[in-house]
C-alpha cells in the first residue's frame, strides 16, 4: 500500500510537516521536496524536511507515486501546471488546502487524466514558512478526503492508508460540503478574527499600547490566529466564496439578534445562549480535538 | 502598608484565587471568605481558599481593612447591602468586576462614607467555581485600579501595593475609559465568541458532530471563551452595554467592508489586513501577555 517514492510542492509549514511526518512514520518511504522560493529550498535542505530538495518541480516529481501539492489554494493550478507531463504513470495527485471545490478543479484542468484526490488535513499552527513545521502535526487530527465521484476506490484507500500513517483520522466527503463545514469551523473563525484585531488597532479612542496590554481578557486569543498567513488566507476566502459569505451571513444575523438583546437589556437571551454554548467546548475536549487543561494549558497553573 | 485582615465576598475564580494568592505572597495577612451558596463555601474550606470560611458576608467583613468583591458585577450592590454598616473605620473596598462605572456607582451607593476603589485584575480563564481558583493567577497580567477622582491617595497607593504583592502590574484609569478598553480587549471578543458557536450550533446543513470533529481549524479557539460564566459574562453585557455598543458597530463595520471584499474578490484589500493584524500578536508575546509558543503551546510539540 505504502509509497515509496513521495514528492512534496511547496515546503511551508504543512509541506514541512508532511515531509517529516513521512520520515518518522513512513521509513520506508523517501521523499523530494520542491518550493518556487530559493531560499525556501535552501532552509528545507538544512532542516531535512525531504531527502531531496529539488531545483526544479519537475525533478521532485519524476518518478514519484504520490504528490502532495503544499502551496496556497489560489496557486494550486500554476503550480500544478509545471508538473503536467512529468508525472508517472499511476501517480496519484493529493493537496493539503483549505478549500477543496475550487483546488479540484484547478488540479483536474492542469492535469487532464490523472489521479486527483484532494485532500485537507484539519492542523496547523500561526506560524508559516519552512521553519514552522513538525513531525506531530496531523496526529489526532481529521483529515478530509474529497475524491469527486468515479475515482479508483484503490487510490482512495491508499492515500486514507498514508494519511492514517501520519496519526491522522481519515473521512471522505462531498467537496462542497466540505467547503460548507469548513467555512463554519474554520474560515468564518479565521475572518472574525482578522476583523476584530484590525478594527482594534484602528480605533482613535483607544490606543494600540492599550490594547496590547490589557490583551489577557480575551483579545490575546483572536490574534493567534489573526498571525496566519496572509497569502494561505486571502487565497481560502476567494476559493471558498459562496459558502464563507453564506456562513458569514449567518452568523451577522446572529450577532445582530444579540446586539439587540444588549441595547434591550434582555439578561435572559444572553443567559440562554452563554449556557448553550458550553457544551461544545466538553464534547471538543472530549473528542480529544482540544486541550483539556484551563487556558489551553498556556500559562504555568 | 498591607493589609493585616483581607475579606473575600464570592469564592469563585476570581474571590478563589485572591485568597490563594494572598496566602503565597502576603504570608503576614490572614483571610476571612463568604459566598452565598454553602456548596460554594463548603468547598472553600475544604480547598483552603481562605483562611476562615464565614457564614454570613458581616462576619467575614468585621475587622477587615479591605474587602474585595469577586461576584458577578450585577450583583454587587446586593453583596455591598449586605454589609453596610459592618465594615471596620478606614476599611478599603474594592473588586474585581470586568465592568467599573456600573460596578463603582453601586458600591458607592450601597456603602456611602466608605473608601472605595474598584479594581480589575485583566486575568481569568473560562473556568468558574471554587474549584477553578489557583494563586498564580496575577501574575504578570494587568490590574486596572478607577478610584473616583478624590479618592485618598494613600489608600489607593496600598491597594495598588496589595495587587503588586500578588505579582500584577497596576495601572490607573477612569472608569469610563476603563469600560471603553475593556470593552475592546475583552467584551466585544467574548461577545463574538459566543455568538459564533452559536452560530455553529444551530446549523441545519452542518451537523453538531462535524462542528466538533473540525474544530481544530480555527473554532476550537472560541469555544474556550465561550465556555466563560454566562451570569458573570450576562451582566457584564447590561452593565457595559454604551461601550460594548459602541465597539461593536466599529466591528460590524469593518465585517461589512471585508465581507465586500470577499464578494468583489478584492484579494489586495484582503492581503493588507491580514498582513497588518500580524504585527499585535508579535508586541502582545513580547510584552509578556502571551505565549510565545505556536498553537498557545497546547498541543505536544
Not at 175 to 188: R, Y
Request: glycine residues 10%; negative net charge.
Amino acid at each position: 500500500m505504502t509509497f515509496t517514492r513521495i514528492a512534496v510542492i511547496g515546503l511551508g509549514l504543512l509541506g514541512g510537516s508532511v515531509g517529516l511526518a513521512v520520515r518518522e512514520s513512513l521509513p520506508g518511504s523517501s521523499t523530494t521536496g520542491y518550493d518556487a522560493d530559493p531560499d525556501v529550498r535552501q532552509r528545507a535542505a538544512e532542516r531535512g524536511l525531504v531527502d531531496t530538495v529539488c531545483d526544479t518541480a519537475a525533478e521532485a516529481v519524476a518518478g514519484a507515486e504520490l504528490v502532495v501539492f503544499c502551496v496556497p489554494v489560489g496557486a494550486m493550478g500554476a503550480a500544478a501546471a509545471k508538473i503536467a507531463g512529468e508525472l508517472s504513470p499511476g501517480a496519484i495527485v493529493t493537496d493539503v488546502g483549505s478549500s477543496k471545490a475550487a483546488v479540484g478543479e484547478a488540479l483536474r484542468s492542469a492535469l487532464p487524466g490523472a489521479t486527483v484526490i484532494p485532500a485537507h488535513p484539519v492542523a496547523g499552527t500561526e506560524r508559516s514558512g519552512p521553519d514552522a513545521g513538525f513531525a506531530s502535526l496531523f496526529r489526532h487530527r481529521w483529515c478530509i478526503l474529497t475524491p469527486p465521484s468515479g475515482t479508483d476506490q484503490a487510490a482512495v484507500a491508499r492515500l486514507s492508508a498514508f494519511w492514517e500513517a501520519l496519526g491522522a483520522n481519515v473521512e471522505i466527503m462531498d467537496a462542497a460540503h466540505h467547503d460548507l463545514v469548513l467555512a463554519v469551523t474554520s474560515h468564518i473563525p479565521h475572518l472574525i478574527a482578522y476583523t476584530i484585531v484590525g478594527t482594534a488597532s484602528d480605533l482613535e479612542e483607544v490606543t494600540r499600547g492599550e490594547v496590547i496590554k490589557y490583551s489577557a481578557g480575551g483579545f490575546r486569543d483572536f490574534t493567534r490566529i489573526a498571525a496566519s498567513d496572509p497569502v494561505m488566507w486571502r487565497d481560502v476566502f476567494l476559493t471558498n466564496r459562496e459558502a464563507v459569505l453564506e456562513m458569514l451571513g449567518r452568523f451577522t444575523e446572529d450577532l445582530t439578534a444579540l446586539q439587540r438583546a444588549i441595547r434591550n437589556g434582555d439578561g435572559d437571551a444572553l443567559f440562554d445562549l452563554f449556557t448553550r454554548t458550553r457544551d461544545i467546548r466538553r464534547s471538543i475536549v472530549e473528542q480529544g480535538q482540544d486541550d483539556a487543561r484551563p487556558d489551553f494549558g498556556r500559562s504555568d497553573h
